[in-house]
T-cell receptor
Framework: EAGVVQSPRYKIIEKKQPVAFWCNPI?????LYWYLQNLGQGPELLIR????????DSQLPKDRFSAERLKGVDSTLKIQPAELGDSAVYLC??????????????FGEGSRLTVL | GNSVTQMEGPVTLSEEAFLTINCTYT??????LFWYVQYPGEGLQLLLK?????DKGSNKGFEATYRKETTSFHLEKGSVQVSDSAVYFC?????????????FGTGTQLKVEL
């Protein structure tokens, strides 16, 4: 079974440029998460989707960050414009619905962003 | 709010040494507790979990016991191997109210040398 797939793995851009990250969750997982991981830190939740609905986006900086999950499967996270402080790893994860399964989140390998 | 505190790394051990990585938490209610591991160049993956007080999670020789009285979930292994070198993250989930949202600690890097 395929795991969570993210792309690109690495992205280098100049500040003020836009960038987008794509995530394909595990088949059958209705819940999808985007996490931000700064160097030497633990992941922090940016947004959580249940199907197409963003049920927790309280930590998403909405002035420059946006996300979508059309059709409740793939998701895209966008930053426009990027700032130097956005350099980090952006992790996507998926899970079965809350209350089902083991509560385990399955993570992709992450997209490492460097803003120059 | 919820929080997880882990001992700082890096932790450097010789092969076959005993490992303890401390983790304490702050949460309202009765969280589930997890240890995730991130091997070099790979994504985070679940190592073990415990969903209620006094539960012991175990996997690959690692163990952790959910201690409600001390709000702790320390990770232990009796004999580490070079292949255990990785970053270990303690995390909690206040499911079902919080869904499967995880709150992570800052991670502890483990280096095992021959």
């Amino acid at each position: 079974e395929a795991g969570v797939v993210q792309s690109p793995r690495y992205k280098i851009i100049e500040k003020k440029q836009p960038v987008a990250f794509w995530c394909n969750p595990i088949s059958g997982h209705n819940t999808l998460y985007w996490y931000l991981q700064n160097l030497g830190q633990g992941p922090e939740l940016l947004i959580r989707y249940e199907n197409e609905e963003a049920v927790d986006d309280s930590q998403l900086p909405k002035d420059r960050f946006s996300a979508e999950r059309l059709k409740g499967v793939d998701s895209t996270l966008k930053i426009q414009p990027a700032e130097l402080g956005d350099s980090a790893v952006y992790l996507c994860a998926s899970s079965l619905d809350p209350g089902q399964g083991t509560g385990e989140l399955f993570f992709g390998e992450g997209s490492r962003l460097t803003v120059l | 709010g919820n929080s997880v505190t882990q001992m700082e790394g890096p932790v450097t051990l010789s092969e076959e040494a005993f490992l303890t990585i401390n983790c304490t938490y702050t949460a309202t209610g009765y969280p589930s507790l997890f240890w995730y591991v991130q091997y070099p160049g790979e994504g985070l993956q679940l190592l073990l979990k415990a969903t209620k007080a006094d539960d012991k999670g175990s996997n690959k020789g690692f163990e952790a016991t959910y201690r409600k009285e001390t709000t702790s979930f320390h990770l232990e292994k009796g004999s580490v191997q070079v292949s255990d070198s990785a970053v270990y993250f303690c995390a909690l989930s206040e499911s079902p109210g919080g869904g499967n949202k995880l709150t992570f600690g800052t991670g502890t890097q483990l280096k095992v040398e021959l």
